[in-house]
């Protein structure tokens, strides 16, 4: 077990975020160990989260900055002087600040910004900083350059080359400064190279999950019985839900199957409205967003997942795909398209299934053979489960971050910095 004296500080956009269970799992491993420093958010102080943050307290460990416009920004930070003491502990980090010259090459508006961080995290000891935001990452980027604090970036889904609100001269400044990129599988390393990021700072580290909540069920497919199909995802066109509507379109007249759609998004009215040209509106349930808990139950009511991603035009692909993690640990078979990093989380044939993307026949095609070689088919849920346990374990994952920011604070220059103030 790694022994670490280092305190990090998670950056996010939001907490909590119910749709991004991954991260929580994250923090409340770090919690756990005891690494933990603060949550940093703009957004989410009065998000319910379920019960792992109440019993956590993990919204006590957070510190909310929401910096938007100037006059609010500079009433946030002048309010200090009289309402509390918190200010003056950061006085002594404004010279370095100013020093920069930040103002001068970045404006006025980020510099005011700064401030306003300054004085809330004054509150904060840390010595490494995690941002799972590439926007989060900008945000704090000063406090690498100006007090030297390790700055590691996560990238989620969206892979690097599609980060395009965040124009080219701030992706270039924010690569050339950060100290670790973590990405989830080699697809997005390559193309983050490619962007001019140096190979040795990009690390491979999957989303981790905690498999003792997503707990293994034994079971058996029904083959001549009804087969409830499963998809969990933003019902939005990377996702290519309608490509698994029409395979089942295919499958329906020889087998009794239901196809239970999880999620919402801007696509559910095209998706409703083609499953009834299909004919089949009575086989395609949507059963909207729902929590971690009743995921679970869901996982383990249904035979097959369904995962059809696609590429779309502005070169969006699956980088790791968490929801097949989830379902393999529970046991429930996978069925994948072969697109972005998914080729990378399962080894076709022996822990899910791979088709091609936009191929609804090759998708009918695989769900059949599945439905009908019940032998493969427990092959798969135990082999599934497995790999996952192997790979995907928040606690094996966990270990390896611990040793990432074990080396990047030993790397870190020494010197004075929010990391060291007292």
């Known amino acids: 077990m790694i022994q670490l004296n280092v305190k990090v500080a998670i950056a996010v956009p939001k907490f909590p975020n119910p749709v991004q ?16 420093a603060n949550v940093i958010a703009n957004t989410g102080k009065n998000e319910y989260c379920g019960h ?3 019993v956590c307290r993990l919204i006590d460990d957070t510190v909310y900055v929401n910096p938007d416009g100037y006059w609010d920004c500079l009433k946030e930070i002048f309010s200090g002087f009289f309402n509390n003491f918190s200010l003056a502990s950061s006085l002594n980090q404004w010279p370095g600040l100013i020093k920069s010259k930040n103002w001068q090459r970045y404006g006025i508006k980020y510099f005011i910004k700064e401030l306003l961080r300054i004085r809330a995290l004054s509150v904060s000891q840390f010595d490494v900083i995690h941002s799972h935001s590439v926007f989060t990452s900008y945000d704090y980027l000063f406090l690498k350059e100006v007090y030297g604090i390790p700055l590691i970036t996560t990238f989620h889904g969206l892979q690097p080359n599609n980060v395009t609100n965040l124009d080219g001269a701030k992706f270039q400044r924010l690569l050339a400064a950060g100290d670790i990129f973590l990405v989830n599988t080699e697809f997005p390393k390559a193309q983050l190279v490619s962007l001019g990021c140096k190979g040795e700072k990009v690390v491979i580290l999957p989303q981790g999950m905690d498999t003792r909540f997503f707990g293994f069920k034994e079971r058996e497919c029904p083959g001549d019985g009804k087969i409830i199909l499963l998809t969990v995802a933003r ?6 839900i309608n490509y698994a509507v029409e395979a089942v379109s295919k499958i329906s007249e020889q087998l009794q199957v239901e196809y239970r759609i999880v999620g919402e998004g801007p696509d559910r009215p095209n998706l409703e409205r083609l499953a009834r040209e299909l004919g089949i509106g009575v086989r395609v349930q949507f059963l909207g967003a729902m929590g971690q808990e009743r995921l679970v139950d869901q996982y383990n009511e249904s035979h097959i997942l369904l995962v059809p991603s696609i590429r779309i035009s502005n070169g969006w692909e699956e980088t790791q795909g968490v929801v097949i993690q989830e379902a393999q640990a529970t046991g429930l078979p996978v069925i994948a398209t072969r697109t972005g990093g998914i080729p990378e989380c399962i080894v076709d044939g022996k822990t899910g299934l791979l088709v091609e993307e936009k191929n609804p026949e090759d998708l009918a095609n695989k769900i059949e053979f599945l439905i009908k070689n019940p032998d493969k088919y427990k092959e798969l849920s135990h082999a599934g489960r497995r790999d996952v346990e192997e790979r995907f374990d928040i606690e094996k ?8 920011y074990e080396d990047v604070f030993a790397r870190s220059r020494q010197g004075p910095g929010l990391a060291n103030s007292g």
């Open 235 to 240: 019902l939005s066109p990377e996702k290519g």
């Open 21 to 36: 269970p991954y991260i929580l799992n994250q923090i409340l491993f770090l919690k756990k160990r005891g690494f933990l």
């Open 397 to 404: 994952i966990g270990e390896r971050l611990l040793k990432i």
């Open 52 to 54: 792992k943050a109440d």
